[in-house]
């Protein structure tokens, strides 16, 4: 078993029966957990007869020979895909946010959301792509691959296996268009704050020269 701290549980030669156990075991010294479990399965296979150090296949990897060092490198990318897959639903739910926030503009031609609604989806959308950069490692090389060949050509393929780069590239366009929305809808309420403003300094301006003016009136009837 392989756990790592954002949140993956990768199992090696577990049967389905065992891994409740195992997660429970986990859950006892873990924190923040999610409200839903996400899982998949892919084959490890060994065969001490191979050709060759190591062969792919359709949902399996085949090795002459498993160890840990071959377990933490095929866990350290079984793990950032899960996760991988916990932020992109995350994000999708903020590019659906989004899209009904503009069809409901452009039905109605305004805008209804409070301040603090979108400050929250600010910080939602700058932590998911901290986390995805900083807690999963997208873009670091294990130790392990870059000490030895073996394990570089391991995590080599199964990052193009999973497609790690292209699902990033996918979930970094995915960001920038909720950054852009951000923006834009920033910029209504900056408008809507000014515009109140304006509207309170004439209001203010207004209020003072009434004032004025019933000033001068009473001094006039008072000097009559």
């Known amino acids: 078993m392989v756990v790592f701290q954002y949140g993956s549980i990768v199992l090696f030669n577990v049967s389905d029966h065992e891994v409740d156990g195992y997660l429970k075991i986990v859950e006892r010294h873990a924190s923040g957990l999610l409200p839903e479990m996400r899982k998949d399965e892919y084959e490890v296979r060994e065969k001490p007869t191979l050709s060759t150090w190591m062969q792919g296949g359709l949902d399996y990897i085949m090795l002459q020979y498993m160890n840990i060092d071959g377990i933490r490198t095929i866990g350290s990318v079984l793990g950032q895909s899960i996760a991988l897959d916990y932020y992109v639903r995350q994000v999708d739910g903020m590019v659906a946010e989004f899209t009904d926030i503009n069809r409901g503009m452009e039905k109605t031609g ?71 929305n951000i923006r834009f809808l920033q910029e209504i309420l900056q408008n809507r704050k000014s515009d109140f403003l304006e509207w309170l300094i004439i209001i203010l301006i207004g209020a003072e020269i009434l004032i004025s003016v019933y000033d001068i009136a009473h001094k006039s009837s008072i000097a009559l």
Not at 112 to 139: C, H, P, Y
Not at 155 to 160: G, P
């Open 110 to 180: 305004t805008f209804t959301m409070e301040r603090k609604k979108l400050f929250q989806l600010v910080g939602k959308a700058n932590s998911n792509l901290a986390d995805v950069i900083l807690k999963l490692g997208l873009f670091e090389r294990s130790d392990i691959a870059w000490k030895d060949a073996k394990y570089a050509q391991i995590w080599e393929y199964l990052r193009d296996e999973f497609e790690l780069t292209q699902r990033f590239a996918s979930l970094d366009f995915k960001l920038k268009f909720v950054e852009h």
